[in-house]
């Protein structure tokens, strides 16, 4: 059984290899498709990943 300060760790590392594998996908982003539809009703590539990155630098201040 871990302890939180171990459960916390483990989160942490989890959403930093995400953001990881986020950045490294966004990097292979071909310039044409930033302004494509996306399943989001109204939004297109570059507006989801903006929302995905503005959440993400509010989760990080902690």
Do not use: K, Y
């Not at 996908?25 to 297109?44: F, L, S, Y």
């Amino acid at each position: 059984m871990t302890n939180g300060a171990e459960a916390a760790r483990t989160d942490w590392q989890v959403l930093e290899a995400a953001h990881r594998a986020l950045r490294d996908a966004v990097r292979e982003i071909p310039a044409a498709d930033w302004a494509r539809p996306t399943p989001c009703e109204g939004w297109n590539v570059a507006q989801v990943l903006l929302h995905a990155a503005g959440a993400s630098r509010r989760t990080r201040r902690f």
